[in-house]
């Protein structure tokens, strides 16, 4: 069973913080994906990875920064939290060979309150 | 990527099968059906994807028609955990890492007792 873990499931910081969101997965993926998903605006990519320390920008990554040291573990940093960052933040891998190739497998999610 | 229409929201009784349908007319020969759904709250779950033939595993079953522009999702038999919404996303599976997931407004499924 794949299985994405996010580090909060809920968490709340003020503006002008730096904060980290971290995700792990233990399937030996290749492919690793950061995601915000926000009522009527559905899901959107804000950056992905598809190798160690490789790293693309998604549709919305301004204010946001990722960082990928190692395989398993996929890192989205908001330099300066603003209040229009307020949001679930999706994590996913996949992998890009076998029979489950390029299908996304989701964390828990975290909700992200900034004050 | 195609897309996709789906009835805002459905209702199906606890213990029967829940078949929730989708539209793609404008699908290409490339492009794959996949269903994730989402509980209120949590992270989107895959549950099934296939190309031309009908597939099955252990949560559901998809049917997609012979010319591809439409399919359904079946849950055999739903229980109440199976309250949620559901996206039928079409996309291909080219490139280095595949597609972004583009998930439309989905279907609201409420199983009730």
């Known amino acids: 069973d794949v299985k994405v873990t996010q580090s909060s499931r809920y968490l709340v910081k003020r503006t002008g913080e730096k904060v980290f969101l971290e995700c792990v997965q233990d399937?030996?993926?290749?492919?690793m994906f950061w995601y915000r998903q926000d009522p009527g605006l559905g899901l959107r990519l804000i950056y992905f990875?598809?190798?160690?320390?490789?790293?693309e920008k998604g549709d919305i990554p301004e204010g946001y920064s990722v960082s990928r040291e190692k395989k398993e573990r996929f890192s989205l940093i908001l330099e300066s939290a603003s209040t229009n960052q307020t949001s679930m933040y999706l994590c996913?891998?996949?992998?890009?060979?076998?029979?489950?190739?390029?299908?996304?497998?989701f964390g828990p999610g975290t909700r992200l309150l900034v004050l | 990527d195609a897309k996709t229409t789906q009835p805002p929201s459905m209702d199906c009784a606890e213990g029967r099968a829940a078949n929730l349908p989708c539209n793609h007319s404008?699908?290409?020969?490339?492009?794959?059906v996949y269903w994730y759904r989402q509980i209120h709250s949590q992270g989107p779950q895959y549950i099934i994807h296939?190309?031309?033939n009908n597939e099955t595993n252990e949560m559901a079953s998809l049917i997609i028609t012979e010319d591809r522009k439409s399919s359904t999702l079946i849950l055999p038999h739903a229980t109440l955990r199976d309250t949620a919404v559901y996206y039928c996303?079409?996309?291909?599976?080219?490139?280095?890492?595949?597609?972004?997931?583009?998930f439309g407004a989905g279907t609201i499924l409420r199983v009730k007792s």
């Open positions: 996913a891998s996949s992998s890009t060979s076998g029979t489950t190739t390029k299908t996304q497998y």
């Open positions: 399937m030996d993926h290749e492919n």
């Open positions: 990875s598809y190798d160690v320390k490789m790293k």
């Open positions: 404008t699908i290409s020969g490339n492009e794959y």
């Open positions: 296939g190309l031309k």
């Open positions: 996303i079409v996309r291909a599976r080219e490139g280095l890492y595949g597609n972004k997931l583009v």
